[in-house]
Nanobody, 117 residues
Framework: HVQLVVSGGGLVQPGGSLTLSCSAV?????????MGWYRQAPAKQRVLVGA???????VYGDSVEGRATVSRDSDKNMLALQMTRLKPEGTGVYCC??????????WGQGTQITVSS
């Protein structure tokens, strides 16, 4: 079955940028009708960062305020997340999610992003 493998992450200074990638291994990312990124901060609920559908629609969480871009790369079979002007409250574990249908979804492993000077 398809696995979602996340790469990227680490320490970023406030105001800096980052790029994460979520690769679909063992299948096509287009088997997911929707793929997205979520952030889990300590002692807080997991929130949407950004997501995209097979139809080309994108949606973003309020917390990213136009500083995030989600894009699909069909050649590399992966979903990318680019974030700019990072803030300390952007610290957390970032996860990739792929939704097949209402009953089937997959999660990639999380990657820690720490925004700190």
């Amino acid at each position: 079955h398809v696995q979602l493998v996340v790469s990227g992450g680490g320490l970023v200074q406030p105001g800096g940028s980052l790029t994460l990638s979520c690769s679909a291994v063992g299948g096509s990312m287009f088997s997911f009708r929707r793929m997205g990124w979520y952030r889990q901060a300590p002692a807080k609920q997991r929130v949407l960062v950004g997501a995209g559908t097979n139809g080309g629609r994108t949606v973003y969480g309020d917390s990213v305020e136009g500083r995030a871009t989600v894009s699909r790369d069909s050649d590399k079979n992966m979903l990318a997340l680019q974030m700019t002007r990072l803030k300390p409250e952007g610290t957390g574990v970032y996860c990739c999610r792929g939704v097949v249908d209402s009953k089937n979804e997959y999660w990639g492993q999380g990657t820690q992003i720490t925004v700190s000077s």
